[in-house]
């Protein structure tokens, strides 16, 4: 095969500037163990003539990394950040195993490092997990071959190539395949996992990056790349790298094997000798005929057969409607789609799946009278479900935007644990239309969780005829603080988001303790990374003010939705009402004795010091500015602590602590400092800090146009 002219062109002029000191060319048809450094579950096996490298192996969450023996240079040294080209082509092939649905992918990769890194299986391919993805210091280049559409990474199919910098979330992605060298030819899309023998080529030349594949039959690298982009790698590699391949499966399973590879720093034609004929055939086998050779018997046969198909052919009639009947039946009973098969992601969560008919009868059949609550997404069922009662979330749409917040929900709050959320039983997803409670179209969409017996917060605010007493609100904030602590910190995969922290999304169990709900909006991003923007989502009155300027919420913007909640608990106003101003700026012009609820002041439990406090700590959570806030953590330990002092803070009373000098020192703007008397940081107190906040700048929310919940 040969290489464009202009592809060696660039690969001169690279060289002569940037000179590799020590350039690297190897070309493996077929490997030995002296050739490679395998890692988790890859393993050598014998092929043709030659060995093959097998990544993974026909089990749920197998993982494998295979790593040329030694480093490669990647940068030059005689050029400061100069990175070094290089051409890579290798022969792969993805092949199902019978009986299993297939998943995940595999990669080729630069590392900084041997090993698999703490890398995780499923969807992270080998390469990343939940913590180092998207961490720039992981330094990884990935060229993946992915066969499972994850809306997470932002997937564009459950087919595609995609260039991966530091992240699973693709810089550069198209449907695999190749375009043929005839211009008036279309694009012929490839299957990676049919189990077809494929060859990938790799060149990285003056910034740009080329990918390449083919069916390996071709024997030649077709001219026009797949995907070619302008890419700066010196921030991304080191001097010297690790190269190689890795693979994982999740409970989707298939087999990932390298059958060749070529790598050169200075030949871009090196992948010339890679053997592309009588390679191993792991395409799944398919019953052969052989009519030819039995066309004598089966004329013979035939006369016969005619008489005896008239007959049979009722009888397999029968039968069939009969399979057909006891299909649908095990696939209502299920819960699954009308053709019978989950969707790949489902397979992730499987022990959190239950039955359509398990849920029909547990609300007898979405029956009227266990109707507890209904809202702009869907219906909420009582239901007893093993003996236990449960609470039904019917979808009421099956949009994209429901299934990507039904899939949120299943898949992080069906890992997260915590005593204040709301916990998630299972969930159902079926085509079939119910005759009650059901979704539009074929699709419904279900949610199960605890039962709690007393409902929403915010039904105890605005609806309940009895005013919530005093220590009932203060003890359902400690407990929504607890959990949006656990969310930000305390869940060890990653930072969890909420998006949608209000009063009508905190339920109240059957000892009035708060639980956060709802994940719909939730997002979760890996500790010491920064969020990704998105469209403005959550609910009016409850939204940051930096929301609208930048897009990205963050840990900040669930502090000012919970400063919100707690001033929506203190004074039993919404953060927006008709005819009134918003809840934010109203509280900051008025005294604290003005914004507590008249319903509970003066009545036995009432705390004036406390509800001080607690306003106060509302006004901090709410200031404009997101660098002033305090943190949850901080939050929580202000709410513990009371008028006793804070565990371990030598002394420093409560209020101390929370107004520490990022509160006081002139964050909370456009307020004004406070010094001590030699010019050094005093602690405000919290009268100060009210007055100080109530002369900062308020955001209108009822100004705010949102995409409502």
């Known amino acids: 095969m040969r290489t464009p002219p202009i592809l060696l062109l660039s690969l001169l002029i690279s060289v002569l500037y940037h000179p590799p000191s020590s350039a690297v060319d190897f070309i493996f048809n077929g490997f030995e163990p002296a050739d490679l450094n395998l890692y988790g579950d890859a393993t050598l ?53 019978p009986g299993v649905l297939p998943g995940h992918g595999l990669a080729f990769l630069f590392a900084p490092a041997a090993g698999t890194l703490g890398a995780t299986s499923s969807q992270h391919l080998g390469l990343f997990n939940m913590t180092t993805d998207g961490d720039t210091a992981s330094r990884v280049l990935a060229i993946e071959f992915d066969v499972f559409e994850n809306q997470e990474f932002n997937d564009i199919n459950a087919n595609h190539v995609g260039v991966d910098v530091n992240s699973l979330t693709s810089v550069a992605a198209y449907p695999a395949g190749y375009w043929p060298d005839d211009p008036s030819s279309p694009f012929v899309n490839l299957t990676l996992n049919d189990g077809s023998n ?17 069916p390996a039959t071709l024997g030649r690298k077709p001219r026009r790349p797949l995907i070619s982009i302008p890419l700066n790698l010196s921030a991304v590699f080191l001097n010297e790298m690790f190269v190689g391949f890795c693979a994982a499966t999740g409970m989707l399973v298939e087999h990932h094997r390298i059958l060749g590879w070529s790598f050169s720093n200075s030949n871009f034609s090196a992948a010339d000798g890679l053997i592309t004929s009588d390679l191993p055939n792991f395409k799944p086998s398919q019953p052969g005929s052989s009519l030819k050779s039995k066309a004598l018997i089966a004329g013979i046969s035939l006369v016969a057969a005619i008489f005896v198909v008239s007959g049979v052919a009722a009888a397999l009639l029968v039968v069939l409607r009969r399979r057909r009947w006891r299909k649908n039946r095990i696939i209502e009973e299920e819960g699954r789609g009308g053709d019978g098969a989950m969707e790949d992601w489902e397979l992730e969560y499987w022990p959190h ?17 266990n109707l507890i609550g209904s809202g702009g997404n869907g219906r909420v069922y009582k239901g007893i479900l093993a003996s236990a009662e449960v609470a039904v979330k019917v979808f009421s749409q099956s949009g994209a935007d429901e299934a990507r917040q039904f899939a949120a929900e299943v898949s992080s709050l069906g890992r997260l644990k915590h005593r204040n959320l709301v916990g998630l039983r299972g969930w159902c997803r079926t085509r079939r239309d119910p005759a009650a409670g059901g979704g539009s179209g074929d699709e419904i969409m279900i949610l199960v969780y605890d039962y709690m017996e007393n409902g929403s917060l915010d039904n105890w605010l605005h609806a309940a005829s009895e005013p919530l007493d005093w220590g009932s609100r203060v003890r359902i904030l400690k407990d ?23 009063s009508s999304n905190v339920m109240l169990d059957r000892w009035m303790a708060g639980r956060l709900g709802d994940f719909g909006l939730a997002r979760a991003h890996p500790h010491g990374r920064a969020p990704g923007t998105t469209r403005v989502v959550g609910t009016a009155g409850y939204l940051a003010p930096e929301l609208f300027r930048s897009g990205r919420a963050t840990v900040a913007t669930d502090v000012y939705a919970y400063g919100v909640l707690a001033l929506e608990v203190v004074s039993g106003r919404r953060p927006v009402e008709e005819g009134r101003p918003p809840l934010v700026g109203w509280a900051r012009g008025l005294a604290v004795a003005a914004v507590v609820d008249p319903s509970v002041r003066g009545v036995v439990g009432f705390d004036e010091a406390e509800s001080e406090r607690v306003v106060a700590l509302a006004l901090a959570c709410t200031v404009v500015d997101p660098a002033a806030r305090p943190t949850m953590r901080q939050v929580a330990r202000a709410l513990e602590a009371g008028d006793e002092k804070a565990d371990g803070e030598d002394g420093e009373s409560g209020e101390a602590w929370l107004l520490d000098a990022r509160l006081g020192s002139g964050t909370v703007e456009p307020g ?11 602690h405000l107190t919290f009268e100060e800090l009210r007055q100080s906040l109530s002369s900062s700048m308020t955001l209108s929310d009822s100004d705010i146009i949102t995409e409502g919940r």
């Open 45 to 97: 096996k014998p092929g043709t003539g030659r060995r093959y490298l097998s990544l993974t192996n026909a089990s749920a969450f197998s993982l494998g990394r295979a790593l040329y023996k030694s480093k490669v240079p990647a940068k030059s040294s005689a050029s400061a950040g100069g990175v070094l080209p290089f051409s890579t082509s290798f022969l792969f092939s993805i092949a199902p195993i």
């Open 198 to 214: 494929y060859q990938a080529w790799v060149d990285y030349s003056g910034g740009r990056l080329n990918v390449t594949m083919a």
């Open 353 to 369: 799946r239950i039955g359509y008919r398990e849920i029909l009868a547990a609300t007898d059949g979405f029956s009227a009278k």
């Open 480 to 502: 929504i603080a607890a959990a949006v602590l656990y969310l930000h910190e305390g869940w060890g995969e990653a930072r969890v988001i909420h998006r949608d922290i209000k």
């Open 672 to 682: 004004p400092r406070f010094w001590g008397p030699t010019g050094t940081h005093q």
